[in-house]
């Protein structure tokens, strides 16, 4: 199985980025996906999870601001994120099952 995310990068307080993760070696359709983000010194924590049926599950710190969606097709999950704040910058890091991708790095700062 590999992920590859994409989409990281810096972007000002209040701008949006869209992280990308393709999969493959995997059944995507069936498959949960899940995106992580950690910082340095810190535990990795689960911001945004999708189901196989398209059903979704947010962090509070996210809710409102994130969107994670999937398209079967292209066996990729996708992470919409809006009105970022500094404190949203960290490493992110999707999942399926024990896998990890590689992650992409965002920065949020003026």
């Known amino acids: 199985v590999q992920l590859q995310a994409s989409g990281g990068g810096l972007v000002q307080p209040g701008g949006s980025l869209r992280l990308s993760c393709a999969a493959s070696?995997?059944?995507?359709?069936?498959?949960?996906f899940a995106w992580y983000r950690q910082v340095p010194g810190k535990q990795r924590e689960q911001v945004a999870f999708i189901f196989s049926d398209g059903h979704t599950n947010y962090a509070a710190s996210v809710k409102d601001r994130f969107t994670i969606s999937r398209d079967n097709a292209k066996n990729t999950v996708y992470l919409q994120m809006n009105n970022l704040k500094p404190e949203d910058t960290a490493v992110y890091y999707c999942n399926t099952l024990l896998f990890w991708g590689q992650g992409t790095q965002v920065t949020v700062s003026s």
């Open positions: 070696g995997v059944v995507f359709s069936i498959n949960a």
